[in-house]
């Protein structure tokens, strides 16, 4: 009797093989893998009238056929392999060399082709002939029952893996193709000219020290997601309802349409540490969120607007911050580009003066016009503030904490900020000297930060260096410490240097 355990691990291997090469193209971003390479190519090697004859019978479905076929050639490969593993192994190897050899071929003659894809057609090679081998070891010849039993777990396993490495492989690759088509739409937006220039004044230029405007790369980002949604803005749509006398649907054009205006707002993270990062500084550019509130017509007693992102992520933000008059906007350019896909592509939210949780949200699709009484958003029911309003902060760029530094003159610097109220000084005081006033940069608004630098004379030793701001209001940063939780950090940035 022919015992189908070669013909089994023969298959098996060779669907594992299959699956790996799917999983490395898909963690390398391939745009084929191995097995759609060699799809192509049977598609192009299909004579003509052969290739209409299957057209035409089975449509649009030719593209999977092809794979299916490519797929069933390699098991029924993968079984012959398995029959000559014991009795004829350089047979065997032989023969998942060729079909190695055929995975990297196929995916070298396309214009896509690279050594990734040849990695993962070997890979694939490599997993056949090691999971051949392992059937070997654990189930022996498969003449007693332990043996069999051995051997049909060992069936499941495999089974069950090359089922999760292959489907998981899909959903990525899927993901890869869907990120890639946004990517291009998002380069395809054609909007009016808008050239950046940072403010005259606003950047002091010291030297190590960070720029007055982030760019779009070293902006801190923060959300929820995993990865990001992957929002087409031929598709994106934002729905108004609630308290309101009409309710709206926009899309990306109306937005357009409706005249871009510009921006400079510093946003904030309710996370930030004392001298912490998770803050930046750009020029958005959007539409106006009263205008809208003013369009659909917000009914009395309705005091909040709950706005909800693709990925279900929602925060609540009070309406009247969004009609005081400040450039709370529906944002989709981010330093003079659409907005990056980690900030929100198509279209987000930026309220001056509110930190992110409450107000910033990425991706928003849904706007619901409603009483804070009515709901609990994301962070509020994880312990976080209602309301959060950016308290003042100040932090010390130059020198970096730890850092030593020569004798003689030196530059400290920094930021600070307290969004739609505005900076008004800083103050810098050194070991236990009296504070000192630094000098500050000109900024466009109340909503940005501002930079801030002070001269120092260097004598050798362990200096300690601590910054604190006052508001437009007159009122010193606080030196009482407070946690991030609830609703944002308090507190002195301080510092030590060492001179020598
Ligand atoms: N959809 C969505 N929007 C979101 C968040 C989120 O988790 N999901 N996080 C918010 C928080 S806490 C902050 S601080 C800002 C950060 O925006 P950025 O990543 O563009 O810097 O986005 C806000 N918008
Ligand atoms: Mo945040």
């Not at 049977?42 to 209409?52: N, Q, S, W």
């Not at 982030?214 to 949604?229: E, V």
């Not at 992102?309 to 580009?337: F, H, I, K, Q």
């Not at 030196?410 to 070991?431: F, L």
């Amino acid at each position: 009797m022919i015992t189908p355990r070669p013909l089994v691990s023969g298959v098996l291997a060779a669907a594992a093989g299959l699956a790996v090469g799917e999983a490395l193209a898909a963690v390398f971003s391939l745009r084929e893998s191995p097995l759609q390479a060699v799809g192509q190519g049977v598609i192009a090697l299909t004579p003509g009238p052969m290739a209409e004859a299957i057209i035409s019978v089975v449509g649009t479905a030719d593209k999977p056929l092809a794979i299916a076929s490519v797929v069933v050639a390699v098991l029924a490969l993968g079984a012959l392999v398995g029959r000559w593993w014991e009795a004829h192994r350089t047979r065997a190897m032989a023969l998942v060399g060729l079909l190695v050899i055929g995975g990297s071929v196929a995916v070298l003659v396309r214009t896509y082709g690279s050594a990734a894809g040849v990695f993962a057609s070997v890979a694939g090679g490599a997993a056949m002939i090691g999971l051949l081998q392992l059937f070997e070891r654990v189930a022996g010849e498969g003449v007693n029952p332990t043996e069999r039993r051995a051997f049909l777990r060992m069936v499941t396993f495999v089974a069950i893996g090359i089922a999760v490495v292959g489907g998981g492989s899909q959903v990525l690759a899927a993901r890869h193709r869907r990120r890639r088509d946004i990517e291009a739409a998002r380069a395809a937006i054609n909007l009016p000219a808008r050239p950046v220039t940072v403010p005259a004044g606003a950047d002091l230029g010291v030297s190590g020290m960070g720029p007055w405007n982030t760019p779009n790369r070293d902006f801190y980002r923060i959300d929820t997601a995993l990865s990001p949604p992957l929002i087409d803005p031929a598709e994106w749509t934002l729905r108004i309802h609630g308290m309101v006398d009409r309710e709206m649907t926009l899309t990306y054009q109306d937005i357009i349409d409706r005249g871009l205006t510009d921006a400079w707002v510093t946003l904030c993270c309710v996370s930030n540490p004392i001298g912490g990062d998770l803050i930046g500084n750009t020029v958005w550019g959007g539409v106006s969120i009263k205008e809208l509130l003013d369009e659909v017509g917000v009914q009395p007693g309705a005091d909040a607007l709950l706005s909800t992102s693709d990925d279900g992520w929602n925060c609540g933000t009070p309406l009247a911050v969004l009609t005081d008059g400040r450039d709370a906007m529906l944002a989709v350019t981010m330093n003079g580009e659409p907005l990056p896909i980690a900030h929100g592509f198509p279209v987000r939210q930026v309220v001056p003066g509110l930190y992110g949780y409450v107000s910033a949200t990425k991706w928003v699709i849904d706007w619901e016009i409603t009483t804070f009484s009515d709901f609990e958003a994301f962070w509020t029911q994880r312990g976080w503030g209602e309301r959060g309003p950016i308290k003042t902060g100040s932090r010390i760029d130059v020198p970096r904490s730890g850092e030593t530094v020569a004798p003689g003159p030196t530059t400290i610097g920094g930021v600070a900020w307290r969004q739609h109220v505005g900076i008004e000084g800083v103050e810098v005081r050194i070991d236990d000297e009296p504070w000192k006033p630094a000098e500050i940069s000109t900024v466009p608004s109340a909503d940005t930060w501002v930079q801030w630098k002070l001269d120092w004379e260097a004598t050798p030793g362990e200096h300690s260096l601590v910054v604190r701001a006052t508001d437009a209001e007159g009122v010193v940063q606080t030196a009482d410490l407070a946690d991030v939780l609830p609703d944002g950090a308090t507190g002195h940035h301080t510092i030590s240097v060492g001179v020598g």
